[in-house]
């Protein structure tokens, strides 16, 4: 009975209908958030209070005092209180809005340690997905909130003038405040996060071993493979293509070396431990420099964890293989990518031919179809 049950309290928590809700909702945060950064690191466009010379000292002592501030030391503040409220209300709630979304994602990611769900994209490729789409999502926001310039200004003077206007301060502000300083750098604080986390995500990060080495392959090797190539066995020409993951083989590679860089960042305990965890690591961070946040928003990826392990004890062998993962993607990944892109131009051009030729062959041969435009896309971005 025990046995039927789990299944069932499993199903009830809805746990896909929530990661999909909660992906959606993180996607438009990252979008407010920022847009919040690119409007205070303009000085056209920011907050006429952040820039008003009389209210110069009374900013300052505010982001020195975050979030202890004491509003009766602020007499200037007074007379605009109201148009500081209006002015800085949609600033501040966006905030608190994040503030939810952390929450209830805290709360989700218990849930499925609690349920002791299997996560691994070749046994339920949809629900993994979007957990590691959401872990990702959520990351990506703490780091993007600690670079808006200021965050801690727009809070103080937002809750100094509430605190003028109504007599206390806003319930959420000093959950903020400590979020801001707690997260500030975020990949500490969110390490001790997903301890609780981590059996889970190693799980479902590990799942990627039997797919992103092979994805990511240079073009030679691609060409010993003939890879998407539909005449390289002409007898199986009309057999369908297919793998034991076949969602899977058009998943972007962008996609899934997020995932593993900020996946394993966050549970780096996993890179000591698991040799495999540790291989994709390497792997990821040697093919590339960057990690994409939002739009124009990325992290120079190797010295942003350089500085993260720097700060942890016994790291010094980690720091070091992390310069070796960066001298290896500055000396080699440019050449990689253009080589690639050479190969799938040549492929594609040939899948289009055939397929133009011969339509029938976009029924059997779809996969390699989306392989290519996958590829294809991956290089270009």
């Known amino acids: ?107 989700l990611l218990t849930t499925i340690d609690v349920c002791g769900v299997v996560l691994d994209l070749g046994l339920n490729f949809d629900l993994t997905k979007l957990y590691l789409d959401v872990v990702c999502i959520y990351i990506r926001l703490l780091i993007l909130l600690s670079r808006v310039d200021d965050r801690k200004a727009v809070l103080g003077l937002f809750n100094v003038a509430h605190e003028m206007v109504h007599g206390a301060s806003d319930p959420a502000f000093h959950r903020l405040g400590r979020l801001i300083v707690e997260y500030d750098p975020p990949l500490k604080e969110l390490s001790k996060e997903f301890v609780p986390h981590a059996r889970v995500l190693t799980r479902a990060l590990l799942s990627l071993a039997a797919i992103y080495p092979r994805r990511n392959l240079n073009a030679e090797q691609w060409r010993s493979a003939q890879m998407l190539s539909l005449v390289s066995n002409p007898n199986q020409l009309l057999n ?33 431990q698991n040799q495999t965890a540790n291989e994709l690591w390497v792997l990821a961070l040697s093919d590339g420099w960057v990690v994409p946040l939002f739009r124009d928003e990325v992290v120079y990826t190797h010295n942003y964890i350089e500085v993260f392990f720097q700060s942890i004890k016994g790291y010094g062998k980690k720091v070091s293989e992390v310069k070796d993962c960066y001298q290896n993607a500055i000396q080699n990944s ?48």
């Open 240 to 272: 369908p293509a297919h793998t034991e993951t076949i969602p899977c083989e058009y998943l972007s590679l962008e996609t899934m070396e997020r995932w593993i860089i900020l996946g394993f960042a966050v549970c780096h305990q996993t890179l000591t």
């Open 334 to 381: 440019c050449q990689t990518h253009r080589e690639r892109r050479k190969f799938l131009r040549s492929a594609m051009r040939e899948l289009v031919l055939l397929c133009s030729d011969q339509p029938g062959l976009l029924g059997p041969k779809a996969l390699f179809i989306f392989m290519g435009m996958c590829f294809c896309r991956d290089e270009v971005s």
């Open 1 to 107: 009975t025990s046995k039927m049950a789990r299944p069932m309290i499993i199903y009830q928590q809805k746990l896909a209908e929530k990661l999909t809700i909660l992906r959606s909702r993180g996607e438009g945060m990252l979008t407010r958030i920022y847009n919040i950064k690119k409007a205070c690191g303009d000085q056209k466009s920011k907050p006429a209070f952040l820039s008003d010379k009389s209210l110069e000292k009374s900013v300052q002592y505010i982001v020195r005092k975050f979030p202890d501030i004491d509003h009766k030391s602020l007499s200037n503040v007074q007379p605009l209180r109201n148009e500081v409220l209006k002015s800085l209300s949609l600033y501040y709630y966006t905030f608190v809005d994040l503030l939810d979304f952390k929450d209830h994602v805290s709360e």
